[in-house]
């Protein structure tokens, strides 16, 4: 192998894929890039065994073709240790190792061979597809991914949903206390489908998905999923089990609505949830018709706080107690300026989704399961 490379170049490249590089594995030979030389057009794979990620980078001046597995970390910091200008980067016969050669000097490193890098497998021939755009696939990962559980026992809670159907995709996660929908309809499929992504792989995608990229094309079978999307692969394995019906107990008949500025009211929990008990993070809301009153207490260090705040509240007179926490993740991983949430009674779930006037209001919803008090 013997090839000119911008250092620039190649360092994003690695970059771009060294999220799949497991700090310990064992397979040793997975802490390696895998660089494939091909024509003008080197591919640079790293994997995990279970998520594999997988570039490409233009280079001039091949002059030999071939495959190795170099060392992540030390390619990756010697990249970093260079300013941007061409280097040259040839196997030595004999030794295993190569060189990368720049203008005023050189570094050996050894290699081990291609052929033991695990081979990776993609989704089928026949796998299904869609087209996601990529701005809508980082909306809706950012939107539920802080709701998936980390549950061993039930395995499909641990990642999002995507549930595909003829007129729109709708992705979910839960983890059982509070549930939330991002719904696009701008991806469709010929017939419904699904998958769970785990919520691992889904950050990931997260972190490398740029705004830039007009589309994501997806190929997923059972087992496997692809999301591509400029020069970079992401292949992974799916979770493994069957998400729960969601749609069943999204609250359709809550008849007690409550509007407010989203903002105010995150801030205002966030207040009061100072003074919350530390261990359940409860927190009391009693509403009235145009007033909203939220406070907490710690018995235990004599703590205690109470806010009042004008609202647009249509209902019976109602108390009803969350966990702090979860109201405010919710609140926070919304972007619309106010929020309705609708009640039943003070033990069944809230439903919480932007207010009618906002453009999005049909693409995310909320469900909180109250609490105790």
């Not at 703590?303 to 209902?315: F, H, P, Q, R």
Request: charged share 25%; aromatic share 6%.
């Amino acid at each position: 192998m013997k090839f000119t490379v911008s250092s620039a170049e190649l360092l994003k490249g690695i970059m771009d894929v060294s999220k799949a590089i497991p700090a310990k594995s064992a397979l040793p030979i997975l802490e390696n890039f895998l660089f494939v030389l091909s024509g003008n057009e080197l591919q640079i794979t790293a994997s995990d065994s279970e998520l594999t990620l997988r570039t490409s980078v233009r280079v001039d001046g091949t002059e030999e073709e071939g495959s190795i597995a170099v060392p992540a970390r030390h390619m990756t910091d010697l990249l970093k240790a260079l300013p941007d200008q061409p280097i040259s980067i040839r196997t030595l016969g004999g030794n295993a190792s190569f060189e990368c050669a720049w203008a005023n000097g050189n570094s050996t490193l050894p290699y081990f061979p291609a052929a033991d890098y695990p081979e990776i497998k993609g989704a089928s021939a026949d796998a299904e597809q869609i087209e996601f755009g990529a701005q809508d696939l980082l909306d809706g990962i950012g939107s539920t991914i802080y709701a998936t559980a980390d549950d061993e026992m039930r395995p499909a809670m641990n990642g999002i949903f995507f549930d595909i159907d003829v007129d729109s995709t709708t992705l979910v996660a839960s983890d059982s206390h509070k549930l939330i929908c991002y719904t696009t309809a701008g991806v469709r499929c010929a017939q419904k489908s699904s998958f769970i992504l785990h919520k691992k792989a889904a950050a990931v995608l997260k972190s490398i998905l740029g705004k830039d990229d007009d589309a994501v094309v997806i190929r997923f079978d059972a087992n496997t999923v692809e999301f591509t999307f400029g020069k970079t692969t992401m292949i992974c394995r799916l979770v493994v089990g069957k998400f729960p019906k969601y749609r069943d107990v999204i609250p359709q008949n809550n008849s007690n609505v409550l509007r407010i500025d989203r903002v105010q009211l995150l801030n205002v929990v966030r207040r009061i949830a100072v003074c919350a008990n530390k261990a359940s993070n409860h927190i009391k809301l009693d509403l009235k018709p145009g007033q909203l009153e939220i406070s907490a207490q710690d018995l235990g260090f004599a703590l205690a706080a109470y806010e009042k705040v004008g609202c647009d509240y249509s209902g019976d007179d109602l108390t009803i107690g969350f966990k702090s926490s979860f109201l405010s993740d919710i609140l926070g991983n919304m972007t619309c300026e106010s929020v309705v949430m609708k009640f039943l009674d003070s033990r069944r779930a809230a439903l919480i989704v932007p207010s009618e006037e906002e453009e999005e209001s049909e693409k995310i919803c909320g469900i909180l399961m109250p609490i105790m008090i």
